[in-house]
């Protein structure tokens, strides 16, 4: 299994980026999946999942320091997972991952998510 991020780069204050997620030869059809960040010096964060729902529809979380300004979303057929990031500030600067949660995992716990991708670099800056 292997993930693989893109869209990472350096944007202005309050500008836009959109994040991409996608599995090598593999379907991320049945696994729930979330984004984490770390910045230098700081712990890993997650900043949001969605569930398999039911195909159409489904359930999303959104740390509260991003909530409003980032929108995760997936399409199945794609097999694609997007986190689309609005109004960016520097505080957003950091590595985005994408992770696996395992079936039957509950993104709340670390110990679930068992595979991460190689990250991709948010810059937030003037």
């Known amino acids: 299994w292997q993930l693989v991020e893109s869209g990472g780069g350096l944007v202005q204050p309050g500008g836009p980026l959109t994040l991409s997620c996608t599995a090598l030869e593999k379907s991320l059809n049945f696994y729930a999946i979330a984004w984490f960040r770390q910045a230098p010096g700081r712990g890993r964060e997650g900043v949001s999942s969605?569930?398999?729902?039911?195909?159409?529809?489904?359930?999303?979380y959104y740390v509260d320091s991003v909530k409003g300004r980032f929108t995760i979303s997936r399409d199945m057929a794609k097999n694609m997972v997007w986190l689309q990031m609005n109004n960016l500030k520097p505080e957003d600067t950091a590595l985005y991952y994408c992770a696996r949660i395992r079936l039957g995992g509950v993104p709340t716990r670390i110990d679930d998510y068992d595979y991460w991708g190689q990250g991709t670099q948010v810059t937030v800056s003037s």
């Open positions: 969605i569930n398999t729902g039911d195909g159409k529809t489904f359930s999303t």
